[in-house]
């Protein structure tokens, strides 16, 4: 058990949200709501359908997706909206990485990104789920080109230290491990299936269709119902012309004691998990082409490089005050505001909210969320290892996975992504300097690619935890604080409403953003129109 | 097992042949090798490297890759080469067929191809896999730009009606299929395991692993052990902000029994087999972008339209007789001729060869094979359904397999590949008109999508079989063929060298025609230089 949720942990985020929110924790509450007498009715794919704002005044705080779109949709509305934005760009965490991007963190480090032209690190969201339909609304009414991201290459390595055996400490083709892995698992059950030795909860029928649904997804020869081998998972010499190479040579199957071992089989699942499938979307370009896409259709209401200093409010109206890049103070009034600061920095705000709302905002914890760009001079996964795109998942505490770019395949240089480590492993990693995550970065990469150091040749790194406008990669809810200061949250204070991917089940993500955005406008225009 | 086998049928060309060989026959050719002696040294990745052809004369027959690449490398490599082609254009086989394209069958059908700008059906081959090194040799040489081809989408639909039960004749999704029945699957093996009701042939501590691999495999309860469904196949609800639909609502799996009955059972494989895998590259604006990219790198050494007429050759060398586009006559000579014309047709050509070499010839088969391009007014398997790229394989006779198009995704048309089907369904439905062949995949794509036929606009179809200049889609060996012809036609006879797929254990794949080039020029050179 330990060793699988392990594997989940590595491989999706929603499972190491719901590992700190301890197990069960999203039927809990869902029981809990019921338990509250609170049904569920609708998905959102589509915004609120709203009009006749009327020059009714919004603020909103933060030009982040829910800030983008909840200024979008109300402007739209006829609402007269303001965006205050603490960075000089919009987007939030949707943001790119690319030559020039100057950067400096809340240890004091400064980087600027030197990847050279076309190439870049997302260094928050990175892909699309295809059930992400808020977040395809917008990619698709905003004209941004999406291409499609290999999320689970079968080609690609897995390495696993911990493991023991032969096969431990070495990269592995996931294709390889799961054929066998798979297929020795498919012959042990289609031959106790036919021998009797098990009492299927089959008709005579169902069985033969069990054991030819074995035989097919495991390669099993049909006669003896032993796994051979398979020529998915590739051949010791290809295939090729004439009688030499001719057929070629098949591979060799491993041993299944040694995949045991290997701790290889941890990556494998029956379907992907929700948040993650086998192919996804990225914009072409970098993900802050979605940010790019609503600033171009927004017209000129953002004021950015500035941070906001007090959010107050009366019966009337708030008032935000603020203070700009160059010093200069102001204040901001509208008749509501829509608050997407993420909590974690909220806090540290003077904002005039009931003792109760505040002591849910103290509820919400950030995750600790670390990523690295490694430039190198040449492609050597695609040339050398024709690995085009995917991950490789392995054990190395801080790297966990590296990633390989599902854009520029084939071309003479590549930015891969070198760790992409949570919780205490990103916090310990984050407090090296730039050059060391390099140096830390390439001694574990070089581990699986031994032209990992010598085609390295810049880098470019970031620390959610780390930044002062973030303090955290996204929103942890605890199933205690799901239960009682979330409900809070995602109900109005007087005039104020929070939205963000925070105030979702869809933390971290981009379409949370949206929709969270979706909701809290369609409460403000209720209650205009009320 | 019949009914498993007819999976790999329609998933796998690889399978398909092999099936029309007989099972084993790969093998069985293998251990035939091993028997004459003939070991297997290398496969190929590079073209040979040669060079020193001082303009020795070498006369190409057929500007498909096979031609295309001897006409290059021999070339490059200081030989006179002269490609005639029957086609007005290069590539062969290796065609697209977009706005303008202009085709007439043996049946006397002509068509031009209508669909919108910046939309196209690959005629031929649609997909590379990424170790098809020889291929993609090339597109790197030719800066061809590559995007990844969707080949295995969770998200896309099968559908079977040749089942039974409730989930007969349903689009189910394939991920909640792969999902229910490998969670089932896991289930029984996990808690026969942990009973002891199976004697496994692990250690304890791996029968410990075993059993955890299996939890995470297929999303089972780590304590009961059992399979209650997993958010990977979908949620009822999605979960989203608020409180509502806050976190959704879960799916409820399948019955295994229905699942069984379905059929649909039959396209879950442990991993793709080799021909394929869950992500392919396509290049970007249509296949043909491969043979354009030889011939901007090829000067001007095709002559177009031209049809062999005769093949002769005396000690000296060879001569070919052939007729042009405008009916005038005339003979090439040289000093040796690659002819990469596919041997059904070449069956129908004076050829001057020893009698031994003529009935190989007549030993291979040539495949039937259908494709049609439908040009949607509409992206519904998008907008309504999320499919973005990936198949819908079928048991529809003559259907097969939908497929989704990998580009422009989110645009406003589209152009799905209506059936890819062979042998004798592929003959029968190419009997038909080209509007009864689009009548036809209409009504069967009706089926699974009610949007299908209101949002058809235009077609293209094509049939390789029909093709004057093909005779079929590939060569397809038996058994006894591979192990008697196919090494004698590997050979030249005289100064004829004959090259591509037909000649390569990687039939119907452009890799097949280039590595069959590589070899057969490799052959001449070394002839040259003795």
Known sequence: ????????????????????????????????????????ESEYSTPPNISGGNGKKIVILGAGLAGLTAAYEMSKAGYDCKVIETRSFAGGRCQTARKGFKYTDLMGYSQTCEFDEGHYLNNGPWRIPYHHHSTLYYTKKFNVPLQLFNNDNDNSFVYFEGGTGPLAGKPLRKGKVAADVRGYTSEILAKASKSGALNLPFSAADKDRFIAYLIGEGWLNADTLSYEGTNGRGYEVDPGPGINPGPGIPSKPYAMSDLLGSKAWSVLQSVSDYEQQRVMFQPIGGMDQIAKGFVKNLGDLIQYSTSVKKIAQDANGVSVSWIDGNGVKGVTTADYCI???????????????????????????????????????????EDKYRIYGGHVYNDIPGIRTISLPSYGFQGEKGVLLGYYSFGGEAAKISAKSPADRAAFALEGGQKIFPEYKSSFENSFSFCWHLDKDNLGGWAVWSEEARKEAYPKLCD?????????????????????????AWQQIEKIHKRVKA
């Open 339 to 381: 608050c997407t600061i993420p909590i974690s920095v909220l806090n540290g705000i003077d904002l005039q909210v009931s003792p109760a709302f505040k002591e849910a905002m103290l509820k919400v914890a950030y995750a600790p969320v670390n990523k690295i760009g490694l430039q190198m001079s040449n492609r050597f996964w």
């Open 1 to 40: 058990m330990s060793e699988n949720i392990y594997s989940k942990t590595i491989t999706s985020r929603r499972s190491f949200i719901e590992g700190l929110a301890a197990i069960g924790g999203i039927s809990l509450a869902l029981a809990g709501m019921d338990a509250l007498g609170l049904g569920i």
């Open 492 to 516: 109005p204070d007087g005039r104020i409403y929070l939205a963000g991917e925070h105030l979702t089940y869809l933390g971290g993500w981009q379409a949370g953003a949206i929709e969270s």
